[in-house]
């Protein structure tokens, strides 16, 4: 039963519902920091790694980068974003 779920799951959720509810996480976290951006500061690549679906990637203001790494089933990898510092 587990099994057809996540088939269902993986078959029915597209990669534009992936990114919108990253790009909607990244939107709350700058919020709660006093940041105001917009989704434009947001775009998808291709997952580099074993069970790596796609990495959405989110610039800040201040040129930082936060980087989700979301599996197959639309799941954050390693439990958390990673902020990347300072990229041009």
Not at 20 to 43: K, N, T, W
Not at 77 to 85: Q, S
């Amino acid at each position: 039963m587990v099994g057809l779920r996540l088939g269902y799951k993986t078959a029915t959720l597209t990669e534009t519902d992936i990114i919108d509810h990253y790009v909607g996480a990244f939107l709350d976290e700058m919020l709660d920091q006093g940041q105001i951006v917009d989704s434009g500061h947001c775009h998808a690549t291709a997952g580099q790694r074993v069970f790596e679906r796609m990495i959405v990637l989110c610039k800040t203001q201040g040129d930082d980068v936060y980087s989700y790494s979301v599996g197959y089933w639309g799941q954050l990898l390693h439990g958390r974003p990673t902020l990347i510092a300072g990229v041009q």
